[in-house]
């Protein structure tokens, strides 16, 4: 996820963009820049300055330049293709610095397209340097003596694949900006002083709060007292004003009051980030290129080791399922601080994934470094790019969750199951899944946004259920099969947000010992799915029941036993048993959520965490 602002009108525009991309940092906080046009007697001159770090670097940097001009676009960048260097740093320029864009997105055949360009030089690795570059391409195919750089921009756009929200500015065309939108949002805020571009209001609220949004297809034309907005035919439409009436903190959160709930809610979006143009339907497979190994180093793999700390680790549980289960490779989950110290076993046919959102945890760090020491394939699977682990291993891929704000991790969590599942599958397809199985399960995948949102969309009832339990001191989770891991999760979920204790156990493992504990003041949280274990874990229930302890069930759809069973239910659809972690876990997401809201918790910023733990 990355942050565009852009403006044209009368005033400066530098001050305008550095006050913006500081509103827009939080969607991307490893490189910046910024471009202005500059009118000079002798000619319009694009004057770019790029800086890797945060946006006081950008500024430190701009303290020693002048730039004066009243159009300019900015961006703020969070890395997704290449890594974070100035080069790969927004703007990017064409036509030997004629031409400057910022893109917010992803452009999925940038490799194609860069084939069709063959006369230019690349200097960053990004997917919207190319983009840059077709553009002026097109604008240069234009003979007329009055080259149209909007049709120049639609013309180039209708050869990509992807997602893009983009803001171009021409020097031959100083009063004219030129946006569209594919997917990642453009804004544009209509005041008496010109017109302002950005990827959300946030930027925009301290000038206007007359705000017209984009639509997909949808390509503006602006000036400084004037805009025509076309459509993808490029028949001129006429958009509707929205008056914005949220202030500076809440939009920043995007009307959400915490970034935890926020992430609760990207999720069915980056979930279709993480899987997209990574599987191949026809060939019932997935194909994680970054994996960087030929298919004989991945049939002659014969352990898989998982190694992650906290929320990772119960997404690592769930990838051990899928392992063992699609590739029948023996597979096990280690908890970086332990891995390193217990002598694991590990021979040139290991192959080891860290899984990390941070990319920069020093337990799973060591333990990475441990493992590759010993010989094994060392891959990451990781949310930060350019982070260590992204770094220091041979290959592996990114979850493109975007990034996470607040200190307990919730999308990229699914988003680590959704790589897991996909490498599982690709080395399963290599051996014992069939075409038919390969593709029920993709266009599983394929469902899975859609029914998230239907989870969402219970946030209300499961608040009311938070309300009513948050008083209860303790909490068993219970889980069984792929399921313990999600109730692991659901219980760390609780403890870190709201503070209180809870545990986590395996349904069938109560009876040995911690049944003792139940009573009326200790509830229980079940996932009863209907899965192969949905007869073994209703048992394990109504022992707890029988012991007087509240129960809260996760349950499918239809299941009007498990009604019968519990005190209080949330509902889920049905999914393939192996997805079932994707879905059951919001409701736990959002019960800790909103238990937290309810005691008067700091949601985003628990005590005594942090979000990225680099001590070990
Ligand atoms: O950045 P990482 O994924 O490596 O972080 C691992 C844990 O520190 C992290 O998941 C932690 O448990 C979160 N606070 C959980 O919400």
Not at 157 to 166: A, N
Not at 316 to 330: S, T, W
């Amino acid at each position: 996820m990355c942050g565009i602002i852009g403006y044209i009108g009368n005033k400066q525009a530098m001050p305008i963009l550095i006050k913006g991309l500081r509103r827009l940092e939080y969607r991307g906080y490893d490189s910046a820049g910024i471009a202005v046009c500059e009118k000079n007697p002798a000619g319009s001159e694009i004057c770019r300055v790029r800086s890797i770090g945060k946006i006081d670097m950008l500024a430190d940097k701009l303290a020693e330049v002048t730039l004066n001009g009243t159009v300019g676009i900015a961006h703020t960048r969070w890395a997704t293709h290449g890594g974070v260097t100035e080069e790969n740093a927004h703007p990017h320029v064409a036509q030997d610095g004629k031409l400057a864009l910022v893109h917010n997105g992803i452009i999925e055949n940038y490799r194609e397209l860069k084939e069709h360009l063959p006369d230019v030089t690349f200097t960053s690795d990004t997917d919207s340097e190319v983009l840059a570059h077709l553009i002026a391409k097109h604008y240069q195919k234009d003979t007329g003596t009055d080259k149209d750089l909007r049709v120049a921009v639609e013309k180039a756009l209708s050869h990509v694949r992807g997602t893009y929200g983009i803001v171009v500015m021409h020097k031959d065309h100083p009063d004219c900006l030129i946006a569209a939108r594919m997917g990642s949002p453009i804004v544009i805020g209509i005041a008496d002083d010109g017109h302002y571009i950005a990827s959300d209001p946030t930027p925009i609220l301290a000038y206007t709060k007359n705000m017209i949004f984009l639509d997909d297809g949808e390509v503006a034309e602006m000036h400084p007292d004037k805009m025509k907005i076309r459509d993808l035919k490029a028949h001129e439409i006429t958009k509707c004003v929205e008056q914005i009436e949220w202030n500076d903190e809440q939009a920043e959160k995007q009307g959400f009051p915490h970034f935890m709930l926020k992430e609760i809610y990207d999720q069915p979006t980056v979930f279709q980030d993480a899987i997209r143009g990574r599987y191949n339907l026809h060939e019932g497979t997935s194909f994680l290129g970054g994996l960087n190994m030929t298919d004989d180093e991945m049939r002659s793999i014969n352990r898989v080791i998982l190694i992650a700390c906290g929320t990772a680790s119960h997404a690592a549980m769930i990838g051990k399922y899928a392992f063992e289960r699609l590739a029948g490779i023996p597979t096990e989950v280690d908890v970086a601080s332990e891995f390193r110290y217990r002598d694991p076993i590990i021979d040139g046919r290991t192959l080891v994934f860290g899984i990390s959102q941070s990319g920069e945890t020093a337990d799973t760090i060591a333990a990475l470094r441990e493992a590759k020491r010993k010989g094994a394939f060392v891959r990451g699977v990781v949310n930060a790019v350019g982070s260590t682990i992204a770094r220091e291993t041979d290959g592996g891929s990114y979850m493109h969750a975007g990034p996470e704000l607040s200190v307990a991790s919730t999308k990229a969590y699914t988003n680590m199951i959704a790589i897991l599942l996909l490498y599982a599958l690709q080395f399963g397809r290599l051996k014992r899944v069939t075409t038919a199985t390969g593709q029920r399960m993709l266009h599983a995948l394929r469902d899975i946004p859609e029914k998230m949102k239907m989870i969402l969309d219970q946030s209300e009832q499961i608040k009311q259920i938070a309300i009513k339990y948050k008083a209860y001191p303790n909490f068993f989770f219970l889980g069984r099969g792929i399921n313990y891991p999600v109730a692991m999760e659901g219980s760390l979920k609780l403890k870190e947000i709201t503070y209180i204790h809870s545990e986590a156990y395996p349904g069938g493992e109560m009876k040995h010992g911690p049944i003792a504990l139940l009573s009326d003041q200790f509830p229980i949280f079940a996932i009863m799915t209907r899965d192969q274990l949905y007869d073994k874990m209703r048992s394990n229930i109504e022992e707890a029941r029988a012991r007087n302890a509240k129960v809260i069930l996760v349950a499918t759809q239809g299941d009007e036993q498990a009604r019968e069973l519990a005190d209080d239910i949330m509902y889920v659809p049905d999914t393939m048993e192996l997805l079932e972690p994707l879905l059951n876990t919001i409701p736990l997401q959002l019960f800790a959520y909103h238990t937290a809201v309810a005691l008067g918790r700091d949601v985003d910023r628990p005590r005594n965490l942090a979000k990225s733990v680099t001590v070990e």
